[in-house]
T-cell receptor, first 110, second 114 residues
């Protein structure tokens, strides 16, 4: 069965420090991975997707098929990055279903 | 218009009431979703409509009844709900049906069942 694991429920860093939010997935086929972000009192929105290989708001994520990981990284965290982050998996197995991880709440302290 | 719009934003209902949540998108997306989100939890998939046909029902109780009148609208009819159904109900749409692609979420309808 497809599964997404975000091992850290809470993550706290200081402003200017590097941050890495971990995401591991379980899927035997060819995955498509996404990171979604939910800022306080805002809608859930896409942050980035692995196939576009772009950097959004300074965040990057690389798909590592060998380690089945898609960790989200930012070299210098900002206070406005504080939010809930969800990793999500889409499978090629013929479903409209997106599998979400349980989320990591990131707090960036001043 | 590149947003998913949900109404109402807040809804309080008794256990015997009948109410509906509405969702609208004008991006031409052919997949539409209902999710339920409890505080500090990830969204839980309830239903998926693909080309206006129900394609996924995640074993949701029959007191929740989805409807897709056309390609732009999605409704969730509520009847005889329980207090534990209180949650944020999110609608989403996607330009891609299979496999699931990027989802565009609405702001949600916060439901309180008394």
């Amino acid at each position: 069965a497809q599964r997404v694991t975000q091992p850290e429920k809470l993550l706290s860093v200081f402003k200017g420090a590097p941050v890495e939010l971990k995401c591991n997935y379980s899927y035997s086929g060819s995955p498509e991975l996404f990171w979604y972000v939910q800022y306080s009192r805002q809608r859930l929105q896409l942050l980035l997707r692995h196939i576009s290989r772009e950097s959004i708001k300074g965040f990057t994520a690389d798909l590592n098929k060998g380690e089945t990981s898609f960790h989200l990284k930012k070299p210098f965290a900002q206070e406005e990055d504080s939010a809930m982050y969800y990793c999500a998996l889409s499978t090629q197995g013929g479903s409209e279903k997106l599998v979400f991880g349980k989320g990591t709440k990131l707090t960036v302290n001043p | 218009d590149t947003e998913v719009t949900q109404t109402p934003k807040h809804l309080v209902m008794g256990m015997t009431n009948k109410k509906s949540l509405k969702c609208e998108q004008h991006m031409g997306h052919r997949a539409m979703y209902w999710y339920k989100q409890k505080a500090k939890k990830p969204p839980e998939l309830m239903f998926v409509y693909s080309y206006e046909k129900l394609s996924i029902n995640e074993s949701v109780p029959s007191r929740f009844s989805p409807e897709c009148p056309n390609s732009s609208l999605l409704n969730l009819h509520l009847h005889a709900l329980q207090p534990e159904d209180s949650a944020l109900y999110l609608c989403a749409s996607s330009p891609r049906t299979i496999p699931a692609g990027e989802l565009f979420f609405g702001e949600g309808s916060r439901l309180t069942v008394l």
